[in-house]
């Protein structure tokens, strides 16, 4: 049996033509539905990029614990398992937060690993000028003093990057999908090999190559902005239209990529034994409800709703649709049970096969969210988010590896830890825990919406529907306790006094 993972990053669901998109030329992504089920319901559990990864692992939610930070050394790992039983495991990527403190114990999971360089803001080429270019960045002048330093920081490196970058061929989208492919190619003739092969793209800057940026721009007269902030939208509709337009040309370049990974599937006939797996981690606002990207906004649909293909060539179930309920952390176990592999009982995701093979659900809620910030639940039709209801408590962080995305956790923070636990899945492991950093604010503190998606998807109306509300609220502490949550979550989102 082989397995290979395609995952992009913040991949709109409703701009892929399978789902109704049809923003750009995207032949590649039709050819991939025709191939694989379809899932129409698929959803996040844990945001942004690393939690989301750590999930992708480890088959349960990361949200409830911790925010952006590493594997932990009690943590089960999917592609780890898959290596310490005789299946090959290997990534490739040019995800660089997977080099960085916040990141770095992931791809020592795998078997094998490679890490193409020079995405967003990574610290690759070095450059000691402190005039750098900041002309891609868009709305730089409106943001805050500390966040637009930060982001000066980071366009400029991101310039110092480009620079070294020459065509096509040399971006390191390309560079990852080559090793992936040469991977495949390599090992076709064997067998119990498992590969992940991982694109930055299409998040933020929205750079692409000069062929597909001209199918939406006059080369003559290029737009220069392809870097939006996480803000609201403050700019005229022509410079948020040009703004759309650089990322359906990144969309673009993506389904090449994917359409790559296609031919040599075709090529060298595996689809008779080879599972296919399509997802990402997360969405990203494009102007919708007047927002610009990610975390400083409700978790709207266009954040939350995923794109998820998959093919298993033990049913042989292709060109469908399913309905059914899942998510992120369903991935691990799934890979685990087609090679036969069995899943630790600390994963709570579900293998997909059944689903695939018999229609059968996994699950009736779907609960997700930012650490320190507000939590979602969502049946599939109505979707419920839940601010907390006081800043007064700390949010506290669980862990073995105190960093942060780039950095150790601050010295100030952890003055103040001490011991909890163990928590169900830590092995048995106490942890040390400390005061966190609330999440940006995304709601108003007290405050919830909840949306009927069936029968407003770009959700617009929200309803006022007391008994769904307490029902969901319900649904969301049992998920909370099946999780193992900190007894601190209960009164800080108001549920402390709810039974199941």
């Known amino acids: 049996m082989k397995a290979i993972f395609v995952m992009y990053d913040s991949l709109r669901r409703d701009m892929l033509p399978c789902y109704g998109g049809n923003v750009a030329d995207m032949p590649n992504f039709k050819r991939l539905a025709e191939h694989c089920v379809t899932f129409d319901t698929c959803y996040v559990g844990s945001l942004p990029c690393m939690p989301a990864r750590r999930e992708l692992q480890t088959g349960r939610l990361n949200f409830l614990h911790r925010s952006w930070g590493p594997m932990e050394p009690y943590d089960v790992s999917m592609p780890e398992i898959l290596k310490r039983s005789g299946v090959h495991s290997h990534l490739t990527t040019d995800h660089y937060h997977y080099v ?59 310039a110092v990057n480009r620079a070294a970058i020459h065509g096509e061929e040399e971006y390191p989208q390309t560079l990852t999908f080559n090793d992936g492919i040469d991977f495949i190619r390599r090992n076709a003739e064997f067998d119990n090999w498992f590969v992940q092969i991982e694109t930055f793209d299409p998040h933020e800057p929205f750079d692409s190559p000069k062929n597909f940026h001209d199918h939406y721009f006059d080369p003559d007269d290029p737009f220069q902005k392809d870097w939006p902030p996480y803000s609201k939208v403050s700019q005229d509709p022509e410079e948020v239209e040009k703004m759309r337009k650089k990322y359906f040309a990144l969309l673009e370049f993506c389904d090449k990529s994917m359409g790559r990974v296609l031919d ?39 954040i939350v709703h995923t794109p998820f293909f998959v093919w298993d060539p033990r049913s042989g179930v292709k060109g469908t649709r399913s309905k059914q309920l899942v998510q992120t952390i369903d991935v691990a176990p799934t890979v685990l049970e087609f090679f036969g592999r069995e899943i630790p009982p600390e994963m709570l995701g579900k293998p997909l096969g059944p689903v695939i093979r018999d229609g059968a659900p996994v699950r009736d809620y779907a609960l997700f969210g930012y650490h320190g910030g507000t939590m979602g639940i969502t049946d599939g039709r109505y979707v419920y988010l839940r601010a907390p209801v006081t800043e007064d ?108």
């Not at 595996?270 to 927002?291: A, P, Q």
């Not at 163990?422 to 048995?428: A, L, Q, R």
């Not at 609330?438 to 108003?444: H, L």
Request: aromatic letters at 10%; one cysteine or more; a negative charge.
């Open 100 to 158: 960085q403190d916040g990141g770095a114990t992931y791809q020592g999971r795998f078997s094998s690993w490679a890490c193409y360089r020079g995405q967003e803001s990574d610290a690759w080429i070095g450059s000691a000028d402190p005039k750098g270019s900041t002309e891609h960045l868009m709305g730089f002048d409106d943001m805050p003093e500390m966040m637009k330093k930060i982001r000066s920081y980071g366009a400029i490196q991101n």
């Open 393 to 500: 408590a700390d949010v506290m962080e669980y862990t073995l590896m105190p960093t942060k995305m780039t950095s150790f956790a601050p010295l100030e923070d952890l003055r103040k830890l001490k011991l909890a636990g163990p928590f169900s899945f830590t092995k048995g492991c106490q942890v040390i825990t400390y005061p966190g950093r609330f999440g940006r604010e995304k709601m108003p503190v007290g405050t919830d919406l909840l949306f009927d998606v069936q029968a407003d998807p770009k959700q617009e109306h929200p309803i006022d529907d007391p008994a769904k509300k307490a029902q969901l609220c319900r649904e969301i502490v049992r998920l909370m306790k099946e999780n193992d949550a900190p007894a601190e979550l209960y009164p800080r989102f108001g549920l402390q006094d709810v039974e199941e």
């Open 264 to 302: 040599v599937m075709d090529e060298l006939d595996l689809w008779k034994d080879t599972m296919l797996i399509v997802g990402t981690d997360h969405g990203f606002m494009l102007s919708e409800h007047n927002w610009w990207g990610k975390g400083s906004m409700p978790d709207y649909e266009e």
